[in-house]
């Protein structure tokens, strides 16, 4: 009786070990679906973007750079990778979304499905170091055809940073992003930014500026992000120096911000990614966990239960040392969660110039 009972417990911890090892199988930590390298007459791919299609597909658009120059000022056009599995495989064939209108270039991605069913597709128009302006089209037919550009920025004039995966809708309809002002037209550039939040009331036709965000510290505060918080404030929040990112938050939709305040998000002069997880309403966090240096590695994600207040969970999604991961787009399927970020190396100088989407089960994110 004894040895058969041995023979049954032995049993029953080999198949307990071979479902473990099945499902590690199924539910990989990362597994990588699209890398986008350098090629020939393509410097660099960075800073995009997905939004879900009514037929079920997936689009990802990002900044595809071409000529030799690789460069924030570079020649780059907008251009559409497109996925029919959840973001299992994608397309080898690039779409060209949006040309090379700005004299410069187009770039950094922010795509949002409105609540009116269309979707908005954000972008920033670079025509010089001194003339840079967030603009934004529309699509009435998922991304077949889009409208003509419309210019956010009409009140100021200067070099305007909005960061891809940064323009969200509150509940009450608004439409809202967060920018940074670096150049004014004089050419004097500051690296510690005026930040500013750009609100539309009426579906994206006219938009209106916020209040500058306080600042009487001496910290830098740069590329800005957004999230509606469940109390109905709004938070900002900034890449910053002395080893933290920023909070800001506002009580009256945007108009208004209180002044910077150190976050429980240590951090390298580096910008960070928040998004609420649609299943459990929790804030999902993409940053570089690595406050004592200048390095953006690793990548490190993080999920917050108290809006923001603390965060736990803590795991590395790349940990390579000579790694250079950053700006971030989180997007969310029935069970899996797809970031995109530029994933370059450090000893090849290609910090910015490679784009890698993972696809990653959201219960990892939770264990």
Same mark, same amino acid.
């Given at each position: ?29 990362? @597994? ?41 000022? *570079? ?26 209108? *700005? ?11 409105? @609540? ?81 939040? =750009? =609100? ?36 900002? =929040? ?7 990112? @920023? ?18 998000? #240590? #951090? ?75 994933? *370059?190396?450090?000893? @090849? ?19």
């Amino acid at each position: 009786m004894l040895k058969n009972l041995k023979i049954f417990v032995m049993a029953a911890l080999l198949l307990t070990i071979c479902v473990v090892n099945l499902n590690a199988q199924h539910y990989p930590v990362s @597994q990588e679906v699209l890398r986008l390298s350098p090629e020939d007459n393509n410097p660099r791919n960075s800073e995009g973007d997905f939004v879900s299609l009514l037929d079920g597909r997936i689009m990802f658009v990002y900044s595809r750079y071409f000529g030799t120059s690789d460069s924030d000022h *570079g020649a780059a056009v907008l251009a559409a990778r497109y996925s029919s599995d959840q973001g299992a495989t994608w397309t080898s064939q690039d779409r060209v979304i949006v040309e090379q209108e *700005g004299r410069m270039n187009v770039m950094s991605v922010s795509l949002l499905r409105l @609540q009116d069913g269309r979707i908005a597709l954000f972008y920033l128009r670079k025509n010089s170091v001194t003339d840079c302006i967030p603009m934004v089209r529309f699509s009435h037919d998922e991304g077949e055809t889009w409208t003509e550009p419309v210019p956010i920025i009409t009140d100021k004039a200067g070099y305007f940073v909005l960061n891809n995966n940064r323009v969200i809708q509150l509940e009450n309809g608004r439409l809202i992003m967060a920018v940074a002002r670096h150049h004014t037209p004089d050419g004097q550039w500051t690296d510690s930014a005026d930040l500013y939040a =750009y =609100y539309s009331d009426d579906m994206g036709k006219t938009w209106h500026s916020s209040s500058k965000v306080p600042n009487k510290s001496n910290i830098i505060t740069q590329e800005p992000g957004l999230i509606e918080l469940k109390d109905g404030r709004i938070l900002m =929040y900034i890449r910053a120096s002395h080893g933290a990112q @920023q909070f800001s938050y506002s009580e009256d939709n945007g108009a208004s911000w209180s002044h910077i305040q150190r976050s429980a998000i #240590s #951090s390298p002069l580096s910008p960070a990614t928040i998004a609420r997880i649609p299943n459990t309403k929790d804030l999902l966090l993409v940053w570089n966990n690595n406050p004592s240096s200048t390095l953006r590695t690793p990548l490190t994600a993080a999920i917050s239960t108290d809006e923001g207040k603390t965060w736990k969970f803590l795991k590395n999604i790349e940990d390579d040392p000579d790694g250079w991961y950053c700006y971030i787009a989180i997007h969310f399927t029935a069970g899996d969660v797809l970031l995109s970020y530029c994933a *370059g190396s450090q000893s @090849q100088k290609s910090h910015l110039n490679v784009t890698s989407i993972k696809k990653i089960p959201l219960e990892w994110f939770y264990k």
